[in-house]
T-cell receptor
Framework: NAGVTQTPKFQVLKTGQSMTLQCAQD?????MYWYRQDPGMGLRLIYY???????DKGEVPNGYNVSRLNKREFSLRLESAAPSQTSVYFC????????????FGPGTRLTVL | AQSVTQPDIHITVSEGASLELRCNYS??????LFWYVQSPGQGLQLLLK??????LVQGIKGFEAEFKRSQSSFNLRKPSVHWSDAAEYFC?????????????FGTGTQLKVEL
């Protein structure tokens, strides 16, 4: 039982490049989330998916897109990376809603030059 | 505005000493409150949560937290800290926003444990 997995662990991009962060969970959870973590700012929600086939914006969605490919997988795409998107990105999942415990992946450290 | 605040950015305690990490919330209704811990280089892990009922809740790793409505607080405590407790701790609350209910995190408290 791997829980929540994320790839890659580290990534360096140049401004304007695109990339997709992958996330998968094997706990049969309905809800999945993408957060970014910046020093002194805690975790901020980028996008979430309450169920397969649905996605909604969080607090800081600009510059990102997401895809809930199936119940297991939830990807985050940066179409044209900017230095302001340098951050640590966490994927999480929960059984149903935000009232349930969220299980987090190990994170992806992204640097945009 | 609805929010969650962790007043202490850094706290240092000696191993074996007691610990209290502060969390204050601003929310009109009864809040749903959580404490998560993040060890270096890892994702977050749930320590405990409060929804209703007994205001003193027990969590994993010997942690407890007390909900005090009169003070709008949900402070995390541990009677005797171990070196392995060094980590960053996040208080979180489910807030009602225009787009539905969202889990909102505080800015975190970094705990250092001196041996």
């Amino acid at each position: 039982n791997a829980g929540v997995t994320q790839t890659p662990k580290f990534q360096v991009l140049k401004t304007g490049q695109s990339m997709t962060l992958q996330c998968a969970q094997d706990m049969n959870h309905n809800s999945m989330y993408w957060y970014r973590q910046d020093p002194g700012m805690g975790l901020r929600l980028i996008y979430y998916s309450a169920s397969e086939g649905t996605t909604d914006k969080g607090e800081v969605p600009n510059g990102y897109n997401v895809s809930r490919l199936n119940k297991r997988e939830f990807s985050l795409r940066l179409e044209s990376a900017a230095p302001s998107q340098t951050s640590v990105y966490f994927c999480a999942s929960s059984e149903r809603t935000v009232y349930n415990e969220q299980f987090f992946g190990p994170g992806t450290r992204l640097t945009v030059l | 505005a609805q929010s969650v605040t962790q007043p202490d950015i850094h706290i240092t305690v000696s191993e074996g000493a007691s610990l209290e990490l502060r969390c204050n919330y601003s929310y009109g209704a009864t809040p749903y409150l959580f404490w998560y811990v993040q060890s270096p280089g890892q994702g977050l892990q749930l320590l405990l949560k409060y929804f209703s009922g007994d205001t003193l809740v027990q969590g994993i790793k010997g942690f407890e937290a007390e909900f005090k409505r009169s003070q709008s607080s949900f402070n995390l405590r541990k009677p005797s800290v171990h070196w392995s407790d060094a980590a960053e701790y996040f208080c979180a609350v489910v807030l009602l926003t225009g787009g539905g209910n969202k889990l909102t995190f505080g800015t975190g408290t970094q705990l250092k444990v001196e041996l």
